[in-house]
């Protein structure tokens, strides 16, 4: 029965931070918490929750409901998540979250740096 | 144009194989094949494909979906794979794998063979 | 020479925070900044650092180095890190850190829950 | 004592298979036994082992030792691995296997197929 536990333990699952994430949030403006509910935000995802409420990220964190409200608002509006329209499989219309932003503007500085350290031409940063 | 390409290839996100499975799947008498083939479950799974068909896997592979169809039956009936009834959002019923067994075989693996090494108890493994 | 570039990028690896660990850092007591700190070290780890420093640490993340210092030796003082010797390569001793009490307290933690739940029996869990 | 070991073994850590890998191994023409050697050759890497021995890749793979040493010269020949000259920590001077080759003809790959579908302009897939 103990070896039942373990074996779901186990089969737990892992969220992935890229490297290049997580050497470089700070230079794109986030803060570790920010950084951390956007692992949150992955970890829903991967469950099937594709719009988790404040509630259910201050769940998991140590900040309070209406702190997570707060920084889900800042990362909107820094441009680091969006939101879009979803029909879930009983065609009920709602919304999800999208990371494609953060990776957007990873991208982004990653060009930028490349071109500043003349890696890359500077007609490729300004594509 | 381009950098929304790249930043697309970084948000695919990623498969994890823990190194207890990489270091064990010879002992639990899986071969290169099957395990791949159940990197590619995972990997359905995370994308909500609960029931990949035999052609949907071997479209990744470089095995024939009828030999796919055979690697399947081979991990059902080796007891690494499971059968489970789903219900999906719309309430249709339907099936979907489980990898649950794998992780059991695994932990049975791991505490055999710590037995075996003197590290806990034959009680405990045989709990 | 951009495709170079990008190549360098996917090359760059991940760090894998198991959701074990994701859904109960929270538990064991330990902040959001605490967390990414864990992670900082365990990236520092695969690259061969096994002792960061306090201003390699604050390098990557938005607080000061004399921060980062206070962040760690509250970390240890904490049991959730540790130090242990180390000979390099070249019969060098020094320090390195290791995370295996955060295994620990992580498993002690999941044990007792389980205890609570009546999953496992208490004697399980006392072992 | 038990709980220990269940500690170390979720410590152990994990190797991280990029989906655009995993979606795209058989377009670049590797088989299944090639991409788990890859993933052993990581796992080697992250354990400080830069040029694993056909002996150390087959004690974890379903093939023996002169095979892996095929597959690994085969694995040279197609420009996925790639061998470097390395000077460890006490100045002796040796060799080691790289991956970066894999991931430049990833990167390759798919630039190819992004200018095919008419996502990126002809040039920019021939830089």
Chains 1, 2, 3, 4 share one sequence.
Not at 9 to 36: C, T
Not at 58 to 85: D, F, H, N, S, Y
């Amino acid at each position: 029965m103990e070896k039942k536990k373990v074996a779901e333990w186990l089969a737990q699952g892992s969220v992935v931070v890229p490297k290049l994430l997580l050497n470089h949030y700070k230079r794109l403006g986030l803060s570790e918490g920010e950084l951390v509910l956007l692992l949150h935000m992955q970890s829903f995802f991967e469950e099937g929750v594709v719009f988790p409420t404040p509630a259910e990220l201050a769940e998991k964190m140590t900040v309070p409901a209406a702190e997570c409200m707060e920084m889900v608002r800042r990362l909107l509006q820094k441009g680091m998540v969006g939101i879009e329209e979803h029909t879930d499989e009983r065609g009920v219309r709602g919304e999800k979250y999208t990371l494609e932003p953060l990776w957007e503007q990873l991208v982004h500085h990653l060009y930028a740096q490349a071109a500043k350290d003349g890696q890359i031409g500077q007609q490729e940063e300004e594509e």
